[in-house]
């Protein structure tokens, strides 16, 4: 997995492409840990429209992070910031249309795929 990072001024973003399992799990928790300890009272979002699988322990990590406050964003039709809200998870998802693929994809993050 390769793990992005945008700073500005006022936020701070994981981009996230790949698989979030194992080892790059440790990553990400690692690099959020990292982040908080510097950044402040900067908005930090993670993106997670580049995800394509995420083990039990990326998913939990999601969960913590967005508990802490992280917002997740990505790029999904309006329709899946409801799907994203159902499942407890807070999101803010731009107005951009994503193939169905990507849709599959955030399911089968979450388990819930057919």
Sequence with gaps: MDIYLN???KSFEFILK???????VRSLEQAWITARSILGGKEVSVEVSGLTAADDAGVELLYRMTASGVRLTAALPPE???????????????????NSAMLSSLGRLFGLSA
């Design 7 to 9: 700073d500005s001024v």
């Design 18 to 24: 790949g698989d979030l399992a194992a080892a790059s």
């Design 80 to 98: 899946s910031e409801d799907f994203l809200r159902s499942l407890g998870i807070p999101v803010a998802a731009p107005a951009r249309r994503a």
